[in-house]
């Protein structure tokens, strides 16, 4: 779809530099917010890979269903559930399966269930006996604060340090791989910051939210092809204007001042917008000559390396079957992995009958040479662990391995106020937006929400020239 409107009057050169689910995501929202105001659009989508998805993707091999970094959504009706329904794939969609949404911590070297009720609080034995009482009390205890907090200090105020280096130091560990005494409560996890709000107490907040989830409609899902089949479709509608393995080398405004000039593997192309829809530190390299303190802000954005490994047994290997979600590592764990999910039990048709699909994730901040460690080295961890969490009798019968530089942002405190510099920067040249899991959100979800933000900072831009056309 190369989103052109049938109204008269000039075209607006739209560049989406990144087919990421990020990049995609916007290039639609433009197309459909063009397509229904009549307005003309010329639409290019780069990308220097010779296949879309960025870090989003599956592998699909002899029954295997190998997801590389997210493997579902969790969600209701919305912005995902609008754009799912639009490009066809409702009936593509399959649900989790609710036996496996029991969740496990390794604390201790043991797996203990995450607590899903004040009863299995009380028995949680990672906490102390005072522990759990501390976090019971939390109703009876409770503040609000206004200034930001790490996750830390927002999480101890409210359920006593033990719970916080405990339950919230293992999420902050799963979710973004990072140190829960750095990462911004209002920025990495702001739902937290509005259950304080609307209840004060969290533990309220949560048997609130659990209902309205319930009503709400929503749960966990995927595709039946995996995460890829949305990136397939969404490239699919782009058509021509998806051009694979074109290297941008460097964006600036035009000599004129109308729009941008981006220079290319394979030429250069002019344009009026132009969304960056890659990692920040990228975006920094090529805006640098033109606006260095934009470029300082988005340098600044930390990033956490990631290793992938998805190792398939048969079933009998496991002295312990595997059983639920899987589990995350609390702090303190001297085992380099930070979770791993058993992808067979949550989705059906991930593995072949009789045998287990697990998908193990290393790295983070606590491991910043996971990048370095060759695929053997990550495969034989990933299976230390899972021989000490489960028991096994017999050796993977094979592996998949995936190394994500920088793969995860790290919403470090400060980093609301850093987006919002960046925004105000941007600002300053009409046209130029970015996007992508470094700003506003790192779910698919989320990136599938702010696409519908950046295409609507470009709904209003006009055309820079009478004539144009992208070269």
Do not use: C
């Amino acid at each position: 779809m190369t989103a052109h409107a049938a109204a008269t009057g000039a075209t607006l050169r739209t560049v989406v530099v990144g087919a990421g689910l990020a990049g995609l995501s916007a290039a639609h929202a433009l197309a459909r917010r063009a397509s229904e105001r009549g307005r003309p659009l010329a639409l290019t989508v780069l990308d220097a890979l010779d296949e879309p998805g960025g870090q989003l993707g599956t592998a699909r091999a002899d029954g295997y269903l190998v997801e590389w970094a997210a493997n579902a959504f969790r969600s209701g009706v919305g912005p995902t559930a609008d754009l799912v329904a639009r490009l066809g794939l409702t009936g593509e969609q399959v649900t989790a399966d609710p036996a496996a949404g029991r969740r496990y911590v390794l604390h201790g070297g043991r797996l203990h269930a995450l607590p899903a009720d004040p009863i299995g609080l009380l028995r949680f034995r990672p906490l102390s006996p005072a522990g759990r009482w501390r976090v019971l009390a939390e109703p009876f205890v409770a503040t609000r604060v206004r200034h930001e907090e790490s996750v830390y200090d927002y999480a101890a105020r409210h359920l006593g340090p033990e719970a916080a280096g405990v339950l919230l130091g293992t999420l902050v560990r799963g979710v973004y791989g990072g140190d829960v005494r750095a990462l911004s409560v209002d920025a990495a996890f702001p739902v937290m910051r509005e259950m304080e709000r609307e209840h004060r107490s969290l533990v309220v907040a949560a048997v609130a939210g659990a209902r309205r989830r319930r009503l709400e409609g929503k749960r966990t899902w995927s595709f039946r092809g995996g995460m890829a089949t949305l990136i397939e479709r969404l490239a699919d509608d782009l058509g021509d204007a998806l051009r694979l393995g074109t290297t941008v080398r460097g964006v600036a405004p035009a000599p004129d001042g109308a729009g941008f000039r981006l220079r290319t593997s394979a030429g250069e192309v002019e344009a009026d917008a132009v969304v960056l829809a890659v990692p920040p530190h990228v975006a920094a390299g090529w805006l640098g000559a033109f606006d260095t303190a934009l470029a300082a802000e988005l340098a600044a954005i930390e990033a956490a390396d990631l290793g992938v490994v998805a190792l398939a047994f048969d079933r009998d290997a496991f002295v312990r079957p595997p059983d639920g979600y899987g589990f995350l590592t609390a702090p303190g764990e001297r085992v380099p992995v930070l979770g791993v999910l058993i992808e067979s039990n949550v989705f059906p048709g991930r593995a072949p009958a009789g045998h287990v699909l697990l998908r193990a994730i290393l790295g983070g901040v606590a491991d910043p040479e996971v990048a370095r460690r060759s695929d053997e080295e990550l495969v034989e961890r990933a299976t230390a662990l899972l021989d000490r969490a489960y028991g096994l009798r017999a050796a993977p019968l094979r592996h998949w391995v995936r190394l994500v530089p920088r793969g995860i942002p790290q919403y470090h405190l400060g980093h609301r106020e850093r987006v919002a510099r960046i925004e105000a920067r941007l600002a300053r040249h009409p046209g130029l937006q970015v996007a992508g899991s470094a700003y506003r959100g790192i779910s698919v979800g989320a990136l599938v929400a702010d696409a519908e933000v950046v295409a609507e900072r470009l709904a209003d831009l006009r055309p820079s020239r009478a004539a144009a056309v992208v070269t």
